[in-house]
């Protein structure tokens, strides 16, 4: 399970100034929203920064054939917006189950911002890293790397993150449909079914109905690195 946090716990918070702590902590508030709640809808406006508390949430955008296609899982601790400075956002965010979030209003924020370089400082580090890994999944989907590979990639980082010891290797924290795989491949559904079919086969993972075990995380991590094809 994700771990609680309370607002004060946020890491974007612990080099602030105590006054912006404070502040951060009057302006803002938590709220909870059900699984399967869209928080954030592609080029809607939205006035306020969401800061998650509790709970996973994926941040995904459509196709041009309406396609779902998932670019993070984010959990405790992490921002569900794309951007911190303009109103109108460019991807969607949906809970994965149930989640609870600490809200602040745009504006609020960036007058913190502008009263504490800390504060700013450790947002525009988030995003940066954020950016970084979204560098790293376009680099992985190019058509020279095996759609296994690629799978077994996705599912080392969900086990690293959201991974829990099992007496079978290590359990997926999360419920994982072959519908909700294909979306986070960018793959036919059917391709996806058989890819996981394969990794099975090969002893690198045990599925149960829409839960995923790692069965050794070395050994799929030298499956994903290297140029090996099922």
């Known amino acids: 399970m994700t771990p609680h946090k ?117 947002l525009f580090q988030y995003q940066e890293r954020k950016l970084s890994r979204l560098e790293h999944q376009l680099k992985n989907t190019l058509g020279s790397i095996y759609l296994e590979r690629r799978l077994a990639s996705k599912l080392w980082k969900l086990a690293r993150d959201f991974g829990l010891p099992d007496s079978r290797g290590t359990l997926i924290d999360m419920d994982l449909s072959i519908t909700f795989l294909a979306d986070l491949l960018g793959a036919p559904r059917e391709t996806t079914s058989r890819i996981c079919k394969k990794l099975a086969d090969q002893g690198l993972i045990i599925m149960e109905k829409k839960k995923i075990y790692i069965t050794d995380m070395d050994k799929i991590a030298d499956f994903h690195q290297s140029q090996q094809k099922i």
Request: charged content about 25%.
């Open 6 to 122: 309370n607002p004060d716990q946020l890491q974007f918070l612990q080099n602030c100034s105590p006054d912006t702590r404070r502040q951060f902590l009057q302006l803002g508030e938590s709220t909870a929203c059900p699984k399967g709640h869209v928080c954030l809808r592609e080029q809607d406006n939205n006035s306020h920064i969401l800061f998650i508390l509790d709970g996973k949430v994926q941040i995904y955008n459509l196709t041009k054939c309406g396609k779902k296609k998932i670019l993070f899982i984010l959990d405790s601790g992490h921002i569900a917006n794309d951007n911190i400075l303009r109103n109108s956002t460019s991807v969607y965010c949906e809970t994965l189950e149930p989640c609870r979030f600490f809200c602040i209003r745009r504006e609020d924020l960036l007058c913190l911002m502008e009263h504490d370089f800390q504060l700013t400082k450790v």
